[in-house]
């Protein structure tokens, strides 16, 4: 099959766009492609269908816990990044139980981080507290010393910014967190393949990251399609970020 030229790569713009997407690797295509054409099955099944997917799952799980310094079995792939960070934010905050727990975060995170915040504040009676950045970008720990107090439950600053590329000192904000008995949460969307991971507990422990920042397809996984349920009311809850129309949170899938 040819396929006709990018008109964008032709005479178009030059295209600067890597944070929002990238094209998708040709290894990483060529690794795929047996899987959407030869072989087929679920990966659930006991029988040789099943148990080929199985392993070929199991070899990929193996290999992004590799790339960012955690164990296989501690993966929980999302079908986003922005549903990522809204089940860690919820489930870090909801978990506490406590009646007004207090977050911290930042003023240039992803809206999928900032709009779960805003919704724990409406819906649960979250306290939040939104730290401001310096002219480069970045939180200053002295700022998170001041602002953590004894009812902070979760703090969740990003490590790449998706506009500046500014890297948080996320490691010192780590401690000072752990050090108040805080979680801290690290949106690594726009870190992970770019930037060496090291093997610290908060590196691993939620961080979202969309397969499309790093020459993967735009993630699919387990993502219900929009519209067809006529009945079923928005989620107003888990649609934090707003990039696609419908009940859950992500940067629409090409193909759909
Ligand atoms: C830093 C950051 N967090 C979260 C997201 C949301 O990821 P998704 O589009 O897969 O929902 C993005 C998307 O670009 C991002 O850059």
């Not at 501690?74 to 506490?96: F, P």
């Not at 139980?97 to 999928?112: K, S, Y």
């Not at 969740?156 to 996320?170: D, H, I, K, R, Y």
């Amino acid at each position: 099959m040819t396929l006709p030229p990018h008109p964008g790569l032709a005479e178009g713009p030059v295209y600067l766009d890597y944070n929002a997407t990238t094209p998708v690797d040709p290894r990483v295509a060529e690794a795929m492609a047996p899987h959407l054409t030869h072989f087929f099955g679920n990966p659930s099944s006991s029988h040789p269908y099943g148990s080929e997917l199985r392993s070929a799952l199991a070899a990929a799980r193996a290999q992004v816990a590799a790339l960012i310094g955690g164990r296989p079995e501690e993966l929980v792939y999302t079908g986003s990044g922005s549903e990522a960070d809204l089940l860690a934010l919820r489930g870090a905050v909801l978990a506490a139980g406590r009646p007004h727990p207090h977050v911290i975060t930042q003023a240039t995170e992803h809206p999928a981080v900032l709009e779960t915040c805003r919704a724990l504040q409406r819906l649960h009676g979250a306290r939040i507290t939104i730290l401001p950045v310096d002219r480069v970008g970045l939180v200053k720990p002295a700022d998170l010393a001041e602002a953590l107090t004894d009812d902070t439950v979760l703090v969740s600053v990003m490590a790449a910014n998706n506009e500046t590329g500014a890297l948080q000192p996320v490691a010192e904000l780590a401690d000072l967190a752990h050090a108040r008995g805080a979680l801290f949460h690290c949106d690594a969307a726009q870190a992970a393949g770019k930037v060496p991971s090291t093997s610290r507990p908060w590196a691993w422990t939620s961080s979202p990251s969309s397969a499309a920042a790093v020459a993967g397809p735009v993630d699919h996984a387990g993502r219900d399609r929009d519209g067809g349920h006529t009945a079923r009311r928005r989620n107003t809850v888990n649609r934090p970020s707003g990039t696609s129309p419908g009940r859950r949170p992500f940067t629409p899938p090409v193909p759909p």
